[in-house]
Nanobody
């Protein structure tokens, strides 16, 4: 199971750190991706991290977001800085192969999804 948390309301330019708690498997065996879905829009990829800590970021997240993992505690984090109103969305973490995460921004191929956490950025 995966559970995202840490969302909330923040002003433009602010920061949030999202957490993804993983249970039932370990981060030594599965890659993790962050995705988001804004109201009325398609789901889109944000970032991916592999078991070997390879990272990739989709365009919207580059230079502003940082993904990290704490394998000892089975946690994955998404540090989001300089937030913009267009970052407003429900953010999800999902488990699946790094290849799928990095190649399919809509989330195709990701095996397990957690409940999302809402991030709202006010202008």
């Amino acid at each position: 199971q995966l559970q995202a948390s840490g969302g909330g309301l923040v002003q433009t330019g602010g920061s949030l750190r999202l957490s993804c708690a993983v249970s039932g498997f370990t981060l030594d065996s599965d890659d993790i991706g962050w995705f988001r879905q804004a109201p009325g829009k398609e789901r889109e990829g944000v970032s991916c991290i592999s078991v070997r800590e390879s990272r990739t970021y989709y365009h919207s997240a580059k230079e502003r977001f940082t993904v990290s993992s704490d394998n000892a505690n089975n946690m994955v984090y998404l540090q989001m800085n300089n937030l913009r109103p267009e970052d407003t969305a429900v953010y999800y973490c999902a488990a699946g192969a790094f290849y799928y995460c990095s190649q399919y921004p809509e989330g195709f191929g990701m095996d397990h999804w957690g409940k999302g956490t809402l991030v709202t950025v006010s202008s």
